[in-house]
């Protein structure tokens, strides 16, 4: 089995791995794991910005309080403070790496509101911003001397001291053993410390706005090592996916309503959100896409419209290009400038996660964990507009600042056991691999959406003990393919939300269920743990 050894290994290479990489000590050698393609992740996808005060008449206080809003009171206001207090320098660190961010009239940067937000306080590149932090970071990695970028290795399982060959701390992790897709064989990658930035989860539905990798991989690994997870049954659901039968996963983006782009219904023309809420299209996204799921269900309909069209066409075209030239091409053939744009909700962002302390520490010595991967206390029951990249860029810094002052305290790895294929063979039913995939995916739709009941989630629940037998049964007997290690992660990940789910007997932020349709006075965090 192929082996490599580094100082640090980095599992996930956007924002949050990306930044980690790039703090640590640049003496010691780091290795930064992508799933497929370095830029492939949920980063190089983000269209609309990273929120941090920089508007004159905005306050840290203000940033701080429209998080909590929207986190339904959820959020850890210790984490939130120190997010928002570090927002401006990590806006410069990507400035000073060539982030071209749009500039401003009379200001530096050109800064847009979205919902949820009080002030304007997005900086973007138009709308495309994730695209060019990805670029950014990535050069950078590229150029660093002791930074080696590793494409298409997926994770199966943390090393921890189970796997020493000789009897070491159970509860510490020491590497990763990954599938390289390339030669379709194991490695063992050991290290003295180990920074999980591996995304969420959105995958486990069956309409979402994330790339193919989303898979919830990082909180499944954790979690089968000893890591608590927290707030699962939070999955964000954004408003405004394409709806499209040949085009899937375009998200359009937050901005469009932040700059006047109204949701209307179909042949009337109505517009419905001022019925719901009185920030209307500005509203936090759970609030919006509950609205639009009581107008898809109440009047049979497929989609609704976000209109933009109002607005003055070179306006439109300057401040969202990307968006109107990709639906301008002919399999969409929209006009933005003329016409509506017909949207659902996908699922788009996973709220809760690891539990991480504000260093990115973990439950396991010498493991670490960044961005979505993870439940901080930013995002609460429900994450605002734009928190998400600066989350990545302020942990993954904090995660490598932690490692580089602990660094002497890390001990190396002891000698790991090879990864074992001796007792399994080449699988000739892949299809029961894609069928569970398909059938998991679609149920989490059905059962575990935008609205649940009860007798939903254990309808989900049933079925995932099922393919949690078949899966396990498979994994047990076939050599590992992705497909089949994302199965296993998905399973997990989906287990994690139902149990979350069920356990909250209320509706707050992201999770509305008719049984529970009130609030609780008290905000308190569903934690789970592998050893209860």
């Not at 950014?136 to 189970?162: F, Y």
């Not at 930013?378 to 507009?385: I, M």
């Not at 600066?390 to 942990?395: A, I, Q």
């Not at 899966?471 to 290690?485: M, N, S």
Request: proline residues 5%; aromatic residues 6%; hydrophobic residues 40%.
């Amino acid at each position: 089995m192929a082996e490599r050894a580094f100082d640090v290994l980095v599992v996930g290479s956007g924002a949050a791995g990306l930044s980690a990489a790039l703090a640590i000590d640049p003496s010691l050698s780091v290795g930064v794991l992508a799933k497929s393609g370095v830029s492939s992740g949920s980063t190089a996808l983000a269209q609309g910005g990273i929120a941090a005060v920089l508007e004159a008449g905005d306050t840290f206080e203000s940033h701080v309080a429209d998080t909590i809003v929207a986190g339904a009171g959820l959020n850890r206001r210790e984490t939130v403070e120190f997010v928002v207090g570090s927002a401006p320098a990590a806006i410069e660190r990507l400035a000073r790496l060539g982030v071209p961010f749009d500039s401003g009239v009379e200001d530096r940067w050109h800064l847009t509101r979205e919902g949820g937000h009080s002030h304007r306080r997005i900086v973007h590149v138009a709308d495309a911003t994730g695209w060019a932090v990805q670029q950014a970071l990535e050069k950078a990695a590229r150029e660093h001397p002791n930074i080696r970028l590793v494409p298409d290795m997926v994770g199966i399982d943390l090393v921890t001291g189970r796997h020493a060959l000789r009897d070491w701390d159970q509860r510490r992790v020491w590497g990763l053993y990954a599938l390289n897709r390339s030669s379709g064989g194991v490695e063992l990658l050991t290290a003295r410390a180990v920074v999980l930035a591996t995304g969420g989860a959105s995958r486990a539905w069956l309409y979402s706005t994330n790339p193919r990798g989303s898979t919830g991989d990082g909180i499944a690994m954790a979690w089968r090592a000893g890591c608590r997870v927290s707030n699962m049954e939070f999955a964000q659901f954004h408003p405004t996916c394409l709806y499209n039968h040949e085009v899937k996963n375009l998200l359009i983006t937050e901005a469009m309503r932040g700059e006047g782009g109204q949701l209307r219904l179909p042949g009337t023309g109505e517009r419905f959100m001022p019925s719901f809420d009185s920030r209307a299209e500005l509203a936090p996204r759970d609030i919006v896409a509950r609205a639009i799921d009581h107008e898809l269900k109440r009047l049979g309909l497929d989609f609704v419209h976000l209109d933009i069209s109002h607005r003055d066409p070179d306006f439109v075209r300057s401040h969202f290009p990307t968006i109107a030239a990709r639906l301008a091409e002919p399999d969409i053939a929209i006009d933005i400038t003329r016409e509506p744009i017909p949207v659902v909700p996908a699922s788009h962002y996973t709220c809760g996660g690891i539990v991480t302390g504000l260093d990115g520490s973990t439950d396991i010595p010498g493991l670490y964990a960044a961005g979505e991967v993870t439940q901080s206390g930013l995002h609460g029951a429900n994450r605002l507009a734009s928190n998400s990249v600066l989350e990545c860029l302020v942990f993954g810094v904090a995660a490598a600042e932690a490692i580089n002052a602990g660094w002497a305290d890390l001990p190396p790895p002891p000698p790991i056991r090879p990864w074992d294929e001796s007792r399994v063979t080449h699988s000739d039913e892949e299809v029961v691999v894609q069928h569970n995939w398909r059938e998991i995916r679609r149920f989490m739709w059905d059962y575990v959406g935008i609205v649940r009941t009860t007798k939903r989630l254990e309808r989900a629940r049933n079925r995932i003990e099922l393919l949690r037998r078949e899966t396990q049964d498979y994994y047990g007997h076939f050599r590992v393919t992705a497909d089949l290690i994302e199965l296993r992660n998905l399973v997990e990940v989906s287990d994690l939300i139902v149990r979350s789910a069920l356990a909250r007997k209320e509706s707050r932020g992201l999770h509305y269920t008719l049984d529970y349709p009130e609030t609780l006075s008290e905000a308190r965090d569903t934690v789970l743990s592998p050893e209860a």
